[in-house]
């Protein structure tokens, strides 16, 4: 809420952070903490687009979240779907791979932190448990989009940097064409 006071937003700001699975969703409207979720609505199919087949989309933002979820109407075979977003898209450490919930991540980096094969504060803990989290969900969202036929790359570039969004376009149409 851009009403409250710098100090109150840094306060709400830092105990978000310090949420063990915070949601990305929230917001402090009046200073109330709400958590704003998606709800399905119901569109008359004179509403919709007609389906694209055979387009090469673009997509920012990354392989989670509503980037993720816009995407699954568009992933059908013949359509190519790049992905774009800052974090390295790399396969999962096989120590912590068998490790089904964040607990249980958390528990091992603890217990490798008290072995002494790792020096991480709780906050470092908490970092790497997100990241692997994070991680486990664009896996996931990528399978499930070529499970529905689409063939799909992502690609790590951040896109407020113009060379690399310029490079990573002429590769596109190399790839692809126009």
Partial sequence: DPALAAAEQLAII???LQLVGGRQEVGYPGGQ????????HEIASSD???PLNNAVVLATGGARGITAEVLRDLARPGNVLILTGRSELHEEDPATAGLDSPNALRQYFIGEVRAGRLQLSPAE???KVAAIVA???MHSN???LRQAGATVEYIAVDVTHEPAVQ???IGLR???GK
């Fill in 14 to 16: 830092s105990a978000e």
């Fill in 33 to 40: 903490r709400t958590l704003f979720r998606t709800q399905a």
């Fill in 48 to 50: 919709l687009l007609p």
């Fill in 125 to 127: 803990v908490q970092r």
């Fill in 135 to 137: 991680l486990r969900e």
């Fill in 142 to 144: 990528i399978a499930d």
């Fill in 167 to 169: 490079a990573l376009m």
């Fill in 174 to 176: 190399e790839r692809y």
